[in-house]
């Protein structure tokens, strides 16, 4: 059964950091490219981010280019999202999510092409 469990949310002030994980079992995480979502209460979800599967190719929405990093660590599983400068905007809960079909990285930012998301991590930014 393939399962990703986000962690590492949290209240921060605007502009500090967080680094969101998100535990990966069930399938060979080294195979599939990942992508990170977010979603704030009554609106849509929003691609954040996306990286291949031997992390050769990154890329990151408008709204977070320069502050947001994401990585993974075929090793242990895991994905990461290193969040710099935040933003009130950048409050929402964040989910990681699989691609459906392994070794392929082209049309990363339609989660349509993703077929399992995880539970999410809540980021809240408040002064």
């Known amino acids: 059964e393939v399962q990703l469990v986000e962690s590492g949310g949290g209240l921060v002030q605007p502009g500090e950091s967080l680094r969101l994980s998100c535990t990966t079992s069930g399938f060979t995480f080294s195979f599939y490219s990942m992508s990170w979502a977010r979603q704030v209460p009554g609106k849509g979800i929003e691609w954040v981010s996306a990286?291949?599967?031997?992390?050769?190719?990154?890329n990151y929405a408008d709204s977070v280019k320069g502050r947001f990093t994401i990585s993974r660590d075929n090793a242990k599983n895991t994905l990461y999202l290193q969040l710099n400068g935040l933003g009130i905007d950048d409050a929402a809960m964040y989910y990681c999510?699989?691609?459906?079909?392994?070794?392929?990285?082209?049309?990363?930012?339609?989660?349509?092409?993703?077929?399992?998301w995880g539970q999410g991590t809540q980021v809240t930014v408040s002064s």
């Open positions: 999510g699989k691609r459906r079909s392994p070794h392929i990285y082209t049309g990363w930012n339609k989660l349509e092409n993703y077929d399992t």
């Open positions: 990286i291949s599967p031997g992390s050769a190719d990154t």
